[in-house]
């Protein structure tokens, strides 16, 4: 399975962004799609999560309200919308798959390379 992020970039306070990931080889057995943050000197965050065939979502309590997960499951792409950004939602951002419901990253084998979210 491969994962490729993309749509990083700088905004200011406030913007908005979009974080497209495309997934391709073996996804059929597949059953969650997550997305991560890490920013310097912190530990990896599960920010949101969905269940690939019934579209259920999951997120961390930090986002709720500002970040919003959605699929293709036709293009085999996961998004997450991102809204009133503020300065401490700069991180890296990780799109990772998994065969379980979780949000937990020591459950998802297979990682993209990320895409950096700065804000000022």
């Known amino acids: 399975v491969q994962l490729v992020e993309s749509g990083g970039g700088s905004v200011q306070a406030g913007g908005s962004l979009r974080l497209p990931c495309a997934a391709s080889?073996?996804?059929?057995?597949?059953?969650?799609m997550g997305w991560f943050r890490q920013a310097p000197g912190k530990e990896r965050e599960g920010v949101a999560a969905?269940?690939?065939?019934?579209?259920?979502?999951f997120y961390a309590d930090s986002v709720k309200g500002r970040l919003t997960i959605s699929q293709d499951n036709a293009k085999n792409a996961v998004y997450l919308h991102m809204s009133s950004l503020q300065p401490e939602d700069t991180a890296m951002y990780y799109c990772?798959?998994?065969?379980?419901?979780?949000?937990?990253?020591?459950?998802?084998?297979?990682w993209g390379r990320g895409t950096q979210v700065t804000v000022s």
């Open positions: 990772a798959t998994s065969k379980l419901w979780s949000l937990e990253s020591s459950d998802f084998p297979y």
């Open positions: 080889g073996a996804t059929y057995n597949l059953c969650s």
């Open positions: 969905i269940r690939r065939y019934s579209g259920t979502t």
